[in-house]
């Protein structure tokens, strides 16, 4: 962080006046007074000219010593209008250039966090199948899930016979291409499949097992059997999960500020896990780009909660 130098904020004590060369808020004691230098640097005698501003006048009275005249501590001491709008404007201006140094420094740290620490948190699902659990069209606008094993929360369930038509594709009555998701989820114990709105993604409602692309306007009356909907298997396949993982588990993070190159650190922290706690494993990041990298589950755990710091300093 860049560091300025303020120069003088406050007044600056110099005893006695002697003649020599007094700078911008020296104050001196003369003549039963107190003043102020109010310009860059003078050599001349204060009373004498517009350099210097009398503070503390003591003329009615004789100060007890000098560290009074200084302090202003006697009584019956008066300070005239000049030297009132003197400190009043020192002090103005002092706060203004502290405030203005705080609010710098403010940007700094709020710069440091945004861009050269950029902080955040995701969640990684790992789940799949093992084998089987393929979709299929139906009729009547049905989709089939067949028979099978897939992983989630950690463990292995089984589809032990054909889902048949549990999955009814909701009509697209807009005019445009729309696409939704088929997943097997479990609650309760009992093992079901389900679909997602129109644009939704599975997230941590289960495993997905494909997408389905319906066209502008396909509805039951005009497509009963879904001929006109594309089905892509988009299932993660592990066959020997957990004992081999061919494709780990992972989660894009997008950076919200562009890195000038992909020279920064990536720190993690794994907040919570749904498993056992051998079965956490670690998390890597692997793939910076400038604008961003992937996280890396290389346990067998699910619903892993990432927090994350990419770093770039001392560059």
Known sequence: MPTTNLGRIGFVLRGVWSAGTYKFLDVVYRNNATWGCSVATTTATPGVGTDWVKLVDGSALTFASESDALAGSSDGVVMSPLASSFLANILAGSASMAMDMAGLANREIARLRSYYMQQGQVV????????????????????????????????????????????????????AVATCRVFLTVSGGIISAGITGFGAT??????????????????????????????????????????????????????????????????????????GRDQVGQVVAEGRLRNGFVLYATGTADVITVKYTATRLGR
Do not use: H, Q
Not at 126 to 154: H, L, P, Q, W, Y
């Open 202 to 275: 599975v997230g941590g409602a289960g495993v997905e097992l494909c997408s389905l692309t319906l066209p502008a306007g396909n509805t039951a009356a005009t497509d009963p059997d879904l001929g006109s909907v594309t089905l892509t298997n988009t299932r993660r396949v592990e066959a020997d999960w957990p004992g081999l993982i061919l494709a780990a588990a992972s989660e894009s993070v997008a950076l919200t500020n562009i890195y000038p190159d992909n020279s920064y650190e990536v720190d993690v922290d794994i907040v919570s896990a749904v498993g």
């Open 124 to 175: 990684i699902y790992n789940r799949g199948v093992k084998s089987g659990c393929a979709a299929s069209k139906s009729t009547a606008r049905e989709i089939d899930v067949s028979a099978g094993r897939f992983f989630m929360s950690g463990r292995i369930y089984e589809v032990p016979a054909l889902l048949d038509g549990t999955v009814t594709v909701p009509d697209n009555s807009t005019g």
